[in-house]
């Protein structure tokens, strides 16, 4: 936009120069000083006086009011044409103003993120997110370690229980055998009684 501006400066400026010069020129050129030197040169000498011819004077003096008319419709256009390049410029400098304004509100929403209704600058938003990610990767390695806690205690559990169970197998196995002797123990004894009252 700077580049622009300057842009646009040097083309108002270049045509205020060119204008400054067809002016200069142009009082280079002065027609009227041409008409004046003409008559002075065309007039007769009386004594130490010069005689004009009225008709040319007449002339003369019509086209210096006519130069002169002229003069002043230049210097009036060139006021115009200077207020309406202020008047630009003033426009330009405003429009400037604004697209600065809005580049730079653009630069803020740019660099802004709105997070759940919040606006964040992406620093902030930035941290904000790698700080719930090593909160889930914590707690992902809380629940991994207490799975892995869990499970050998359960491994454990089950072991025992195993092992209980084992051991309540064998006292039950050894409990039926002693059962089963002590029952033909009873019945030995049972015959021998028999035996001894027949």
Same mark, same amino acid.
């Given at each position: 936009? *700077?580049?622009?501006?300057?842009?646009?400066?040097?083309?108002?400026?270049? /045509?205020?120069?060119?204008?400054?010069?067809?002016?200069?020129?142009?009082?280079?050129?002065?027609?009227?000083? +041409?008409?004046?030197?003409?008559?002075?040169?065309?007039?007769?000498? @009386?004594?130490? !006086?010069?005689?004009?011819? !009225?008709?040319?004077?007449? &002339?003369?003096?019509?086209?210096?009011?006519? @130069?002169?008319?002229?003069? #002043?419709?230049?210097?009036?256009?060139? +006021? #115009?044409?200077?207020?309406?390049?202020?008047?630009?410029?003033?426009?330009?400098?405003?429009?400037? &103003? /604004?697209?600065?304004? *809005?580049?730079?509100?653009?630069?803020?929403?740019?660099?802004?993120? =709105?997070?759940? %209704?919040?606006?964040?600058?992406? %620093?902030?938003?930035?941290?904000?997110?790698?700080?719930?990610?090593?909160?889930?990767?914590?707690?992902?390695?809380?629940?991994?370690? +207490?799975? #892995?806690?869990?499970?050998?205690?359960?491994?454990?559990?089950?072991? $025992?229980?195993?092992?209980?169970? $084992?051991?309540?197998?064998?006292? +039950? #196995?050894?409990?039926?055998?002693?059962?089963? $002797?002590?029952?033909?123990?009873?019945?030995?004894?049972?015959?021998? =009684?028999?035996?001894?009252?027949?």
């Amino acid at each position: 936009m *700077n580049k622009l501006f300057i842009l646009i400066i040097f083309i108002l400026g270049y /045509s205020f120069s060119g204008k400054a010069q067809d002016t200069i020129s142009n009082e280079n050129e002065n027609p009227i000083q +041409k008409q004046f030197e003409d008559l002075i040169e065309s007039s007769n000498n @009386y004594q130490e !006086y010069k005689v004009v011819n !009225y008709d040319d004077l007449i &002339k003369l003096k019509n086209n210096t009011n006519s @130069y002169i008319q002229t003069l #002043k419709n230049q210097i009036s256009t060139g +006021k #115009k044409t200077a207020a309406n390049q202020k008047k630009e410029i003033n426009n330009l400098e405003t429009e400037l &103003k /604004s697209t600065q304004q *809005n580049l730079q509100q653009v630069n803020e929403e740019k660099d802004n993120i =709105v997070f759940l %209704g919040l606006p964040l600058t992406k %620093g902030t938003y930035m941290a904000m997110m790698w700080g719930i990610v090593a909160l889930l990767i914590l707690a992902l390695l809380f629940f991994i370690y +207490k799975f #892995k806690n869990s499970n050998s205690v359960t491994k454990e559990a089950r072991k $025992r229980l195993d092992d209980t169970e $084992r051991e309540f197998d064998d006292y +039950k #196995k050894k409990a039926l055998e002693k059962e089963q $002797r002590l029952g033909r123990l009873l019945q030995d004894e049972k015959n021998k =009684v028999n035996r001894m009252n027949s």
